[in-house]
């Protein structure tokens, strides 16, 4: 139809420009018409000038609306400026196109936004980066993780962690590692992983960190207790009979020495007595023994919690006032700051108090060679509104060598320790969905529960 109206055009203003050219030529050629000469030539000239200004419309308009296409402006309305009845169907075509490209626009603006904040709200550490390294992706899980508010460049790893830094330059497509980065002094465990595509020509690595610390911990819990379950119920299979048999040996030696003296006179008395007193040290050893088993099988067991909301003011007093002769004992000034005073805390109080008394007796023992002892105890808000309690002392503080073992079941640098308070405070505080954490450097060592 578009071609037929543009024929139909065309063929009529042909036919009125031959004839008005046959008019021009008419007049020319007779003497006197000057005038009517010089006003056919104006209508000729005007003819000619609309038939090509109508050849060369259609090439203006799609110049213009290949141009407004390039320079991404979808808003003009070709319909309405259709000059001509024999254009209405391309300026509408024009229309459609610009409407489809303003829905593909709409369509890509929702899809970047959903993107922007699915990577946002992802859990796991994002960061891609170009060839040379520049930083596309940041997201807000590898801010906190990293504890860096602002990454331009890959580089910038350098200043957190020389090792992470090569660690992730290194890594390879697919593949994944893990390692242990030093955040504000303390060591996280990280799961990395790398891929890598192509866009537009160039070669982006995207790279994951995860923080693996909880299973890991997980992990390590579960393989201690069936590591403990199994000795339980080993040990406790072979002292008993032992214990039982060593205790019917020492009262049969006590109820026959007075009558088989005279029978049996190889066996003096001092023999038998020296026998009997072997027998109690064996049994001693076995029932201290059996004391050893029954101590450490609390770490298999899972208590269950009794919640309360209580004063975490009230509760840190009482245990200054639990602790108050044994500070005073060994000269160490202990003290307790709670903001803001009303602050309370839902849980089980007995066993955050004896979380919290834990970790002050293993303060007083890290005083033990500290000229001036101090003990701050801090308990606040933080922005979550998660409740933290902190033990601080200024001892001698924890080496690198034993920062990663204290958690381990058993694992002491006291003589007379157990090894069970942390790993025990460690489940404790797991039970409640919180965590305890520590950083150590020369002079001050914060233990820190979060509930």
Not at 249 to 273: A, N, Q, R, V, W
Request: with cysteine; charged share 25%.
């Amino acid at each position: 139809m578009l071609h037929h109206r543009f024929t139909l055009n065309l063929v009529i203003r042909v036919i009125l420009l031959t004839l008005t050219c046959l008019a021009f030529a008419f007049s020319a050629l007779r003497p006197g018409n000057e005038f009517i000469t010089v006003n056919i030539g104006v209508v000729l000239i005007i003819q000619v000038y609309t038939l090509m200004h109508y050849l060369n419309r259609v090439n203006r308009d799609l110049t213009g609306f290949f141009g407004a296409v390039a320079n991404d402006d979808s808003t003009i309305i070709y319909k309405r400026i259709a000059p001509a009845r024999s254009f209405e169907k391309l300026y509408t075509l024009f229309d459609e196109i610009n409407a489809k490209i303003q829905k593909l626009k709409i369509e890509n603006t929702q899809k970047t936004f959903y993107f922007q904040n699915l990577v946002e709200h992802a859990g796991v550490g994002l960061i891609s980066y170009t060839g040379k390294g520049k930083i596309d992706i940041y997201n807000s899980a590898a801010k906190n993780l990293l504890k860096l508010q602002s990454l331009k460049s890959l580089s910038g790893l350098e200043k957190l962690d020389h090792s992470l830094h090569a660690l992730i330059k290194e890594l390879k497509p697919g593949e994944q590692q893990m390692t242990r980065v030093k955040v504000n002094d303390e060591l996280v465990p990280l799961s990395i992983k790398a891929n890598e595509f192509i866009i537009q020509g160039e070669t982006i690595r995207l790279i994951s960190l995860q923080n693996i610390k909880n299973e890991l911990e997980e992990n390590e819990l579960l393989s201690w207790q069936k590591l403990i379950r199994t000795l339980t119920h080993e040990i406790m299979n072979s002292i008993g009979p032992i214990s039982s048999s060593i205790k019917t040996i020492k009262y049969l030696f006590e109820s026959e020495i007075p009558d088989k003296k005279e029978e049996k006179p190889d066996f003096t008395p001092e023999i038998l007595g020296d026998t009997l007193k072997g027998l109690d040290i064996i049994d001693e050893r076995a029932q201290g023994l059996l004391d050893f088993v029954d101590k450490f099988r609390s770490l298999t067991l899972t208590p269950s919690l009794h919640l309360s909301t209580f004063s975490v003011k009230e509760l840190l007093e009482g245990i200054k006032r639990l602790f108050a002769s044994e500070i005073e004992a060994k000269n160490i000034h202990l003290s307790a700051r709670v903001i803001p005073d009303s602050l309370k805390l839902t849980a089980d109080k007995q066993l955050i108090e004896q979380v919290v008394i834990n970790l002050i007796t293993n303060s007083i023992q890290a005083l033990e060679f500290t000229e001036r002892k101090e003990i701050k105890l801090n308990a606040f808000n933080d922005y979550h509104g998660k409740a933290w309690i902190q033990v601080i002392d200024n001892g001698e503080g924890i080496s690198e060598e034993d920062a990663d073992k204290i958690f381990v079941p058993f694992f002491t640098t006291k003589e007379t320790g157990s090894g069970i308070g942390l790993n025990w405070s460690r489940q404790i505080m797991k039970l409640h969905k919180g965590k305890i954490s520590f950083t150590s450097v020369p002079g001050e060592t914060v233990f820190t529960v979060v509930v």
